[in-house]
């Protein structure tokens, strides 16, 4: 059966300090991991997708890695709006169109 | 572009009662879909569209029904809603579904009592 699971939970840090959020998955074959932010009381917002092992993508803080078995999203000295839940998603390739998402971490980071 | 849009914004419902969750979007994208967010267990996809006329099931379907009559819009229709459906739901939409840029609307917060 193919599972998402992000760790930790949740997250506090102090602004400027630096962590990663992981991302471990067990598919059959993957066609795409996607990774998105989600605000209180909000959709969530696209971010990355990764579609091989060793493939990386960076958005100003923001860096998400991908191995064959796990995806890590480093944030890189966060600021308080950097606080949100961050979502990771795969398509599988014998799932198409069909998305799993983890349960998300919650980061909160405080000046 | 107003992207992909929701309505109604908050509803409550008693138990057995039916409603339709409205979804649209107007930036002509095949791929359509509905999930559900509850505490602790992420977004679950309930059904998806890959064109209008085309509907699948995905991980939670049972006790909602979809129709895509157009591109444009893709209702949710809740049969005889029970407490077990008290949740967020979401629609997004994308291009054809293979994993480029997903959207998400803002989501209908359902209590059903």
């Known amino acids: 059966e193919d599972q998402v699971t992000q760790s930790p939970e949740a997250l506090r840090l102090q602004e400027g300090e630096s962590s990663s959020l992981n991302c471990s998955y067990t598919?059959?074959?993957?066609?795409?991991l996607f990774w998105y932010r989600q605000d209180p009381g909000k959709g969530p917002e696209f971010l990355f997708t990764l579609y091989s092992a060793g493939e990386e993508k960076e958005k100003e803080r923001l860096k998400a890695t991908l191995t064959k078995k796990e995806s890590f999203l480093h944030i890189t000295a966060p600021k308080p709006e950097d606080s949100a839940t961050y979502l990771c998603a795969v398509m599988t390739t014998d799932s198409w169109g069909k998305f799993q998402f983890g349960a998300g971490t919650q980061v909160v980071v405080t000046p | 572009n107003a992207g992909v849009t929701q309505t109604p914004k908050f509803q409550v419902l008693k138990t057995g009662q039916s409603m339709t969750l409205q979804c649209a979007q107007d930036?002509?994208?095949?791929?359509m879909s509905w999930y559900r967010q509850d505490p602790g267990m992420g977004l679950r996809l309930i059904h998806y569209?890959?064109?209008?006329?085309?509907?699948d099931q995905g991980e939670v379907p049972n006790g909602y029904n979809v129709s895509r009559s157009t591109t444009e819009d893709f209702p949710l229709r809740l049969l005889s809603a029970a407490p077990s459906q008290t949740s967020v739901y979401f629609c997004?939409?994308?291009?054809?579904?293979?994993?480029?840029?997903?959207?998400f609307g803002p989501g209908t917060r359902l209590l059903v009592l």
């Open positions: 598919v059959s074959g993957l066609r795409g």
């Open positions: 997004a939409s994308s291009k054809t579904g293979s994993g480029e840029t997903q959207y």
């Open positions: 569209s890959v064109g209008a006329g085309i509907t």
């Open positions: 930036m002509n994208h095949e791929y």
